[in-house]
């Protein structure tokens, strides 16, 4: 910052995300953001209490809804970061593929027939 400290985290700090487009779709159409609570994935407590005062942190879920490109930006919301601009990255949503068998232990040098299925939604 402009007295010379350092960070060496963005925990607990609070952003902005937002998506928008990357293309000929609006972004909310290609990409969602996902909760931590809905989501099968653990996180940092300071991320699901930041979530359950309606705020995001250094983090987000995002979940593929459709193939398609999207923009993602975010920003830090605390005035005194006013200066620092948003940070926007392009992302590409590709065929939503899975495999079977989805886990699998196997010995060294083992081999494991699986295949590729792409999920089709409605």
Same mark, same amino acid.
């Given at each position: 910052?402009?007295? +010379?400290?350092?960070?060496?985290?963005? @925990?607990? /700090? @609070?952003?902005?995300?937002?998506?928008?487009?990357?293309?000929?779709? @609006?972004?909310? *159409?290609?990409?969602?953001?996902?909760?931590?609570?809905?989501? &099968?994935?653990?996180?940092?407590?300071? /991320?699901? @209490?930041?979530?359950?005062? +309606? %705020?995001?942190?250094?983090?987000?879920?995002?979940?593929?809804?459709?193939?398609?490109? $999207?923009? #993602?930006? #975010?920003?830090?919301?605390?005035?005194?970061? %006013?200066? #620092? &601009?948003?940070?926007?990255? &392009?992302?590409?949503?590709?065929?939503?593929?899975?495999?079977? &068998?989805? $886990?699998?232990?196997?010995?060294?040098? $083992?081999? /494991? *027939?699986?295949?590729?299925?792409?999920?089709?939604?409605?």
């Amino acid at each position: 910052d402009e007295h +010379g400290n350092e960070f060496s985290t963005l @925990k607990g /700090l @609070k952003f902005r995300w937002t998506i928008e487009s990357g293309g000929n779709a @609006k972004g909310t *159409d290609i990409l969602r953001f996902m909760s931590w609570k809905d989501s &099968p994935y653990n996180t940092e407590p300071i /991320l699901e @209490k930041l979530e359950s005062q +309606g %705020s995001q942190g250094n983090k987000v879920l995002l979940e593929g809804i459709k193939t398609g490109s $999207a923009k #993602v930006s #975010v920003k830090l919301v605390d005035a005194q970061h %006013s200066s #620092v &601009p948003a940070a926007v990255e &392009p992302l590409m949503v590709v065929a939503n593929l899975f495999l079977l &068998p989805p $886990a699998a232990n196997i010995i060294p040098c $083992a081999s /494991l *027939d699986y295949t590729a299925n792409q999920f089709r939604g409605n």
